[in-house]
Nanobody, 116 residues
């Protein structure tokens, strides 16, 4: 069984940084993409950053130049480095791994709160 566990969230001031981690356990035969999503109160869940199996990255326009997604295969971990945080970045952040339409894995989420 596959488990994703996020960590690294917290409360920071605007302009500060956080690094989120997503530890992956269990067997996943193939990965098409790994990504970070977020959901703010009263809003839909949105894609923040994505790393494809081919190594390309995609970012939401609102985080380009501030957030960086990366992975460490040896540690089975996906990271989201978040710099220059803004109050609008406040949300619950979720890690997602997409293998195929019937194998999509989500973590439980980690809260990020940015105060001005």
């Amino acid at each position: 069984q596959v488990h994703l566990v996020e960590s690294g969230g917290g409360s920071v001031q605007a302009g500060e940084s956080l690094r989120l981690s997503c530890g992956v356990s269990g067997m996943i035969f193939s990965i098409n993409s790994m990504g970070w999503y977020r959901q703010a109160p009263g809003k839909e869940r949105e894609l923040v950053a994505q790393l494809t199996g081919g190594g390309s990255t995609n970012y939401a326009d609102s985080v380009k130049g501030r957030f960086t997604i990366s992975k460490d295969n040896a540690k089975h971990t996906v990271y989201l480095q978040m710099d220059s945080l803004k109050p609008d970045d406040t949300a619950v952040y979720y890690c997602r791994i997409y293998s195929d339409p019937t194998h999509i894995y989500w973590g439980q989420g980690t809260q990020v709160t940015v105060s001005s």
